[in-house]
């Protein structure tokens, strides 16, 4: 949801868009501490904002050691890990396969939040996992209808960028609830949909909609829920 601009350099995912297609990253090891790696710079998206954390693997040498998850805890960001090993060095591999259906999972998320706000229904809660995802609104008769979500069917470019909050652009605040960030937090990552929508966030997304592919959806009482075929 935030993050600041010094912390964006060190999470390469968050570097425009082509940021999140990197499969692979030499990194410097710090630390391991609370069961995770710290690593000076990532590629891997850690659990929050409604997106799950990625796994992988961190190769050095021989070694393949397998990252289950990653998450944050206070400043550091670990990179979970049963195998405890000393290394200065290392590969991060993301598991590409996983990753890549959490950005189309992401993309569409934000996509159909923006379809069902043009009708009067915010996204209260939203969560994006590989293939599946949900999106829970504040009123419990939302109507699917046909017009709107050929999400996939038309070619629209995603682009990310960070503004300073002073200069945010009052849709913004309409769509995505800004007010509840802390006042703390002065610059914001955003992420457009070209011609669709605008919204603060610091998960993984596709560059275009078409490679979203074919979606089901379906909206019972106040949940809509859709996923990939
Ligand atoms: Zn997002």
Same mark, same amino acid.
């Given at each position: 949801?935030?993050? /600041? ?15 999140? !297609? ?23 998206? !850690? ?52 990753? !890549? ?47 709107? !979500? ?33 006042? /703390? ?45």
């Amino acid at each position: 949801m935030k993050h /600041s601009l010094s912390e964006g350099r060190q999470l390469v995912y968050l570097q425009g868009i082509e940021g999140s !297609y990197l499969r692979e990253l030499d990194v410097r090891v710090i630390g391991y501490e609370n069961g995770g790696y710290i690593l000076d710079r990532t590629i891997m998206h !850690y659990q929050g904002g409604g997106q799950p954390g990625d796994r992988g693997v961190l190769l050095s040498g021989d070694l393949s050691i397998p990252i289950y998850n990653v998450k944050k805890k206070g400043k550091n960001v670990l990179h979970l890990s049963t195998v405890e090993t000393p290394i200065d060095r290392g590969k991060l591999v993301l598991d590409w396969e996983r990753r !890549y259906k959490i950005m189309k999972m992401h993309t569409l998320q934000h996509a159909i939040s923006s379809v069902i706000f043009q009708d009067g229904y915010e996204s209260l809660i939203t969560e994006v996992f590989p293939g599946y995802g949900f999106i829970e609104s504040n009123r419990d008769d939302i109507k699917i209808r046909g017009e709107g !979500y050929d999400i996939n069917k038309i070619s629209r470019n995603l682009k990310r960028y960070d503004v300073r909050r002073e200069d945010l652009d009052p849709r913004l605040m309409a769509r995505c609830n800004l007010d509840k960030l802390p006042k /703390s937090i002065s610059e914001i990552s955003v992420v457009e949909i070209e011609g669709l929508d605008l919204c603060a966030c610091a998960g993984t997304h596709v560059k275009n909609t078409a490679e979203i592919g074919d979606y089901w959806i379906r909206a019972p009482g106040n949940r809509v829920e859709f996923g990939l075929f």
